[in-house]
C-alpha cells in the first residue's frame, strides 16, 4: 500500500472555469496569460478584443478540429497554458454535428442524440482538462432562467445534464460579473458560491470579490 500525506499536495496546475455573459469580457482574459507560453483554442469569432496580442490560437470549426487539437497537445508542446474560448460554442457544435448523423435522423432517438451527446462532451472537455503538462482555463456563457419567482444565473450549454454536472470539473469556478458598487461599475471575478450560485473556489485563497485578471488570480492560487 503506497501512502503519501496531505502535506505532500501542491499545485502545479490551475483548472479554472470563467463563467461570463457575452460582452463582459471572458476572452479578453487571455491577455493576462504568458503570450509566448499560451495556446487559444477559438469556437467563437469574436477575438477582436485581443487585437495586439502575439496569443498562437487554433480555430475550431468542428469537432474534427478539436480532437486533432487534442492529439497534438497530449505529445507535447511549448504551451504552458491553454485558453479555451468557449464550450458553449463547442457544445453547439457538437450537438449539431450529431445530429446530422444517420443514426439520429429519426425524430423518435432524440433522446438518445442528448444523451450521447453529453457524455461525448463530457469525456471531450476532461480529456483537456486533465491534460498534466498544462493549465486550462475555459470559457463558458451565462445566460438566465426562472427559478421560481426569481430570475438566475445559469451557465449556457444545451442539455440539462451538462449544465447541471458542470461546475464540479473545476477547481475554481470564477463568475465574471460587471456589478454597481456607490453608483459605480465595477467588473470583478466572484469566487464565493454563497455570492454567486456558479461560483467556486476550491483553494481557499480567494476573497469573494477578485480583480479581473486571471494572471493575479493564478499568482494567488498556486501560491
Known sequence: ?????????????????????????????????????????????????????N???????????????????????KYKYIFIDSITEIA?????????????????KMFILYGDYANKLTDMLKAFRDLQAYSVIMTCLTAQEKDGLQMVDCLQMPGQKVSNGIRAWYDEVLHLKVYEKDGVKHR????????????????????????????????????
Do not use: H, W
Open 188 to 223: 470583478a471575478f466572484i469566487t464565493d458560491n454563497m455570492v454567486s450560485p456558479l461560483a467556486k473556489d476550491r483553494s481557499g485563497m480567494l476573497e469573494a470579490y477578485e480583480e479581473a485578471n486571471i494572471g493575479n488570480i493564478i499568482k494567488k492560487v498556486l501560491a
Open 1 to 53: 500500500m503506497k501512502l503519501t500525506n496531505t502535506k505532500e499536495v501542491s499545485s502545479r496546475r490551475f483548472i479554472a472555469l470563467i463563467a461570463a455573459e457575452s460582452g463582459v469580457g471572458k476572452t479578453y482574459q487571455a491577455r493576462f496569460l504568458p503570450e509566448a507560453e499560451t495556446l487559444i483554442i477559438s469556437a467563437e469569432a469574436g477575438l477582436l478584443c485581443l487585437k495586439g496580442a
Open 92 to 108: 453547439e457544435k457538437l450537438l449539431s454535428d450529431m445530429k446530422k448523423l444517420p443514426d439520429y435522423s429519426d425524430r423518435s
Open 55 to 77: 496569443i498562437d490560437v487554433c480555430e475550431i470549426t468542428n469537432m474534427k478540429d478539436l480532437e486533432d487539437v487534442y492529439i497534438e497537445l497530449a505529445k507535447g508542446t
